[in-house]
């Protein structure tokens, strides 16, 4: 099958797949519509064109010592960080060696719509031996990732970093490191992701309530024996009534100060930076005295982190992307699928580079060394997890970024709902479908007012976009952010890039529960 963009050129090549796009109603844009093509035509353009071409598909991987069977790109974790300047164009090639379908969806970049990567909303399924070309502008610098959004994929070793450089750079530095954060169970004693996402829907029908209104009401003990059954759609391999269940991987008690009683749904197995675990982690290395640029990205699944340099203080530059006013603090607290920029000043020594898993008793760790000595403990937590730490709603948009005031034109109302006890996680009490749509017109300024009905926090992700923190002060720039328990978040965003684009909650299990709905460019 061919995929075609809105200007009537092939964009790529798909087979295997469910069909394409959903049909928006009528008096929708379409991914494939004219204002998506013309959009694309307005955006900041003239670089240079970045061919690039990605295979995924099965890898046994080396986590430090562990070594799992899953999927990744190109055989790597995580998979080769791409490297653009802004107003170049991007064009990769994916190859579909994955037994399932797949896509590639562009974390943070507000790129073309027929290119976002949702299947049966904005492009066909990549069937298993198909490909697929990615073929957009990208408008601005940042740090940015790539994941699948089919199904349970990205909590496998499906992501990678996106890098896009400013070619007016304003900040001066010695080093850059790009420092991915992950969870990990894929192929851990039997685990898939769809194992994990077949407990905890079966887990709670037994009667436990860790996320609704009830509260804790069942013990983990209950369920750690309970067989879980691979997803009809997950490979699996002849096995007789004697072979082991996987183990229980529900998570009871993550309780965090900030996050509140349950940071999480998931007992990972594994922590991972940049692929490796505490016993044998990475280990990044500069002189006394450099300056060195960090790339904090959360890859995780259903993690939180609380990231922190030994005996450091990290200045925060930027947050998914945008600048920010320069900021000093001890740690920050990651959820998933956010990104951020700090700067620090290398002491003399060797340091722990800290990813405290929140509410999880668990962390992942690199090592910063900038002389002989020994490593740290795999289990080193840093002072500086218990002192300043900084959240999202606490920082300001640099000036050449900040949305400028204006009254909203169209204020669109969300409650979050569902629980533990059902799975039931949606916006609205509806699960999610494709044909859902909450309308907006190119040019509104639209306010979005998200009500957290759940004893759970949530990490909210808007696709194609950037959004200021309307409830903060600074009212930073984000395209994900966290909404705390039975807590509320207020975003603005200016509706300037037509199609259909998912909001979701980017906890992998939730979303997959049904906590995702649409946002749908009306025709004039």
């Known amino acids: 099958m061919t995929a075609c963009s809105g200007d009537g050129s092939h964009a790529g090549h798909s087979g295997g797949g469910k069909g394409g796009p959903s049909p928006a109603p009528e008096g929708y844009v379409t991914p494939t519509g ?33 070594r799992v069977k899953t999927w990744a790109y190109g055989e790597e974790l995580p998979g080769k960080e791409i490297r653009v300047t802004a107003g170049d164009t991007l064009a990769l090639t994916l190859a579909n060696h994955l037994p399932q379908a797949t896509t590639l969806h562009w974390h943070g970049l507000a790129l073309r719509n027929d290119m976002d990567g949702v299947p049966a909303l904005t492009q066909r399924d990549i069937g298993p031996g198909a490909d697929f070309t990615y073929r957009f502008k990208v408008p601005h610098p940042g740090t940015y990732w790539f994941h699948p959004h089919s199904g349970t994929q990205q909590d496998r070793g499906l992501y990678a970093p996106l890098i896009v450089e400013d070619p007016k750079e304003p900040m001066a530095y ?12 894929d192929g851990v004693d039997g685990s898939t992701p769809d194992a994990v996402l077949k407990e905890l829907r079966a887990g709670m029908e037994g009667g436990m309530d860790h996320g609704g209104t009830a509260g804790h ?26 072979t082991p269940s996987p183990p229980s991987r529900m ?8 996050l509140g009683p349950d940071a999480g749904d998931v007992a990972y197995p594994h922590y991972l930076i940049n692929g490796r675990t505490p016993q044998s982690p990475t280990t990044f290395r500069a002189r006394p005295g450099d300056r060195v640029r960090l790339r904090l990205i959360n890859a995780g699944g259903d993690t939180a982190f609380r990231v922190a340099l030994g005996d450091h203080e990290l200045t925060v530059t930027h947050t998914d992307g945008f600048p920010v006013r320069h900021q000093k603090t001890d740690a920050l607290l990651i959820g998933m699928g956010e990104r951020y920029d700090v700067l620090v000043t290398a002491k003399d020594g060797v340091f722990p580079l800290t990813a405290m898993a929140e509410g999880k008793k668990a962390t992942a760790l690199a090592v910063f060394r900038t002389a002989p000595g020994a490593p740290p403990s795999p289990s080193a937590r840093p002072k500086e997890l218990k ?29 979050l709902t569902g629980g533990m006890r059902k799975y039931d996680w949606a916006f609205d009490g509806k699960p999610y479908t494709a044909d859902q749509r909450h309308p907006v017109r190119a040019g509104e300024r639209v306010r979005l007012e998200f009500t957290n009905g759940t004893t759970m926090w949530h990490p909210l992700h808007l696709h194609g976009h950037t959004f200021a923190l309307a409830g903060a002060r600074g009212r930073p720039r984000k395209d994900t952010a966290a909404i705390l328990p039975n807590g509320t978040l207020t975003a603005d965003f200016d509706a300037d ?28």
Not at 50 to 65: I, N, S, Y
Not at 217 to 241: C, I, L, W
Not at 251 to 258: E, K, L, P, Q, Y
């Open 174 to 185: 010695d080093k850059e490191w790009v420092v991915v954060l992950d969870d990990w169970v």
């Open 34 to 66: 004219r204002e998506v093509a013309a959009a694309e035509r307005e955006r900041r353009g003239g670089g240079a064109v970045r061919e690039v071409r990605l295979t995924a598909g099965p890898a046994t991987l080396d986590l430090g010592g562990p």
């Open 387 to 415: 002192g300043r730490v900084l959240l999202a709603d606490k920082l300001t948009a640099d000036d050449s970024v900040a949305l400028r005031p204006r009254t909203p034109d169209r204020t669109i109302k969300i409650r």
């Open 251 to 258: 998570m009871m008690g993550a309780r965090s100060d900030i």
């Open 497 to 524: 890039n037509p199609g259909l684009w998912m909001i979701h909650c980017h906890n992998v299990y939730h979303a997959e529960a049904g906590m995702m709905t649409v946002l749908g460019y009306r025709t004039r």
């Open 217 to 242: 009401n069942m013990s983990h003990a209950a369920h750690k024996n309970q067989p879980t059954k691979p997803s009809p759609t997950t490979p699996t391999t002849a096995t007789t009534a004697t």
